[in-house]
């Protein structure tokens, strides 16, 4: 009689499956990466005839209702969401240790019961007294929600039904008891489980997932794909700011992201969040530059700091945080080609202030001028931001919305706008705007002779 289960190990890197263990993964080459997993095993001859399966009805697309989203409230958190949460959607919202995931989806469980929603928080970790006294003291009164400590999928899924919002924390502290919770086969199967619960009550669901320690989501990557929506929580936990980014979302952009405050009554969301990357101050130290980068719909004025040094080593250091360390040697070297600023004696620091972390282009033309300023050991003049993409031939591209960017930049009290000259837009009134067609050009207009 063949056994219920087998017993194989799977790689957590690629999810490569194995008959025995190994310390080196036979198809990605990664050294201790197998792991147990129990595969189950289909008896000869099962499965359901092809009779029995029921045929599939096509259905047109005007016929299918529209999906009627549920604000939580939180603003910051509705606008990575997409206006809210989809029903019968399963998203993943991970994140370092201690960064404040329990306490986001807390206070959206708060802020849904404050408006007569029926939510309900499994907590696999923490103890009932824990959480009711986290939710007392970010609500200040006894919380209106209902609570469950439960490390079985199975005993919340009758549940469900009804309810506007139920979260999961976490996935990886859930199990059935087969083998230890955490581990490949149990993350996917709870996560499995899960899903087909929501789908079938039409209830959002989120499940809280831990990290590795090189800061990827913990567990197989089928995880990711399984979900509906990735959110991950980002921020140092020495300073008080945190960043909420979508890296999936089926149901709306992945491009926006979302600011919070970190205080003693929990997460506030951030109104102005540009005044967090760029500290008001004038220009007027070498090095320094102001950019305007665009993260989803919401221009952010940033800071962009450049520290170039002499070195006495054969080999320069580059060292950047904030932005890639490669786009920062590539800018160096057409510096260097189409301006005949050289950077090969020098050490060359680089920082976003504020700790954003900048993937835009539009911030090369900016990020070059903060370059420029601190190898040549000269400030640009106050009250200019820049604007514009910077090519391998030293040209500087259009951006998208630069009309918006500049608006925002107006609006903190910039006087000047360096841009592309290939714009084709007319932005005269908002502010005055410089347009140059080359990097050389705008490092002329910058630092005149």
Request: net charge neutral; aromatic share 4%; proline share 7%.
């Amino acid at each position: 009689m063949a056994k219920k289960n087998e017993t194989r190990f799977v790689c957590t890197s690629c999810g490569a499956p194995s008959s025995s263990w190994a310390g080196k993964c036979p198809r990605c080459g990664a050294w201790g990466s197998l792991e147990q997993d129990f595969a189950p095993r289909t008896a000869p001859g099962g499965g359901k005839a092809p009779g029995g399966v029921p045929q599939a009805r096509a259905v047109r697309a005007s016929e299918v209702p529209l999906l009627d989203r549920i604000p939580t409230g939180l603003d910051e958190l509705d606008r990575v969401l997409g206006g809210g949460f989809a029903p019968g959607s399963v998203s993943l919202l991970a994140g370092e240790p201690g960064i404040g995931k329990s306490t986001l989806l807390l206070q959206a469980c708060l802020a849904l019961a404050r408006r007569g929603r029926t939510v309900l928080y499994v907590s696999g970790e923490e103890s009932l007294e824990q959480v009711a006294s986290r939710a007392l003291r970010l609500d200040g009164q006894p919380p209106p929600l209902d609570l469950l400590a439960s490390g079985d999928p199975e005993e919340f899924m009758d549940l469900l039904p009804g309810r506007s919002l139920v979260v999961v924390d976490s996935v990886q502290a859930m199990g059935d008891g087969e083998s230890l919770p955490g581990t490949l086969s149990q993350v996917r199967g709870v996560a499995a489980r899960c899903i087909e619960g929501a789908k079938r009550s039409g209830v959002p669901l989120v499940l809280v997932g831990h990290v590795t320690k090189d800061g990827q989501i913990a567990g197989p990557k089928l995880l990711e794909h399984m979900v509906d929506v990735v959110l991950s929580f980002e921020g140092d936990r020495h300073t008080a700011y945190r960043i909420l980014r979508s890296s999936k979302n089926r149901f709306g952009s992945t491009d926006e992201i979302g600011v919070f405050e970190m205080g003693e009554e929990g997460l506030r969301p951030v109104a102005d969040a540009s005044l967090l990357f760029w500290n008001g101050a004038e220009g007027g130290v070498p090095g320094v530059a102001f950019g305007v980068t665009l993260e989803g719909s919401r221009p952010f004025v940033v800071e962009l700091q450049a520290l170039a040094c002499p070195t006495p080593f054969p080999y320069p250091k580059r060292t950047a945080r904030g932005v890639e360390v490669n786009r920062v040697q590539l800018l160096l070297a057409v510096l260097e080609k189409r301006c005949g600023l050289s950077a090969r004696t020098a050490d060359a620091y680089v920082n976003v202030a504020g700790g954003l972390a900048v993937r835009d282009p539009g911030a090369d033309l900016a990020l070059c001028a903060a370059l420029a300023s601190s190898l040549l050991d000269r400030p640009l003049s106050a009250g200019g931001c820049l604007v514009g993409e910077v090519g391998l031939a030293g040209e500087v591209r259009p951006c998208p919305r630069t009309g918006a960017r500049l608006r925002e930049a107006a609006r903190l009290g910039f006087t000047r706008g360096v841009v592309s000259s290939f714009e084709e837009k007319n932005f005269d009134g908002e502010l005055e705007v410089v347009r140059v067609g080359s990097l050389s050009e705008a490092l002329a207009a910058l630092f005149p002779r």
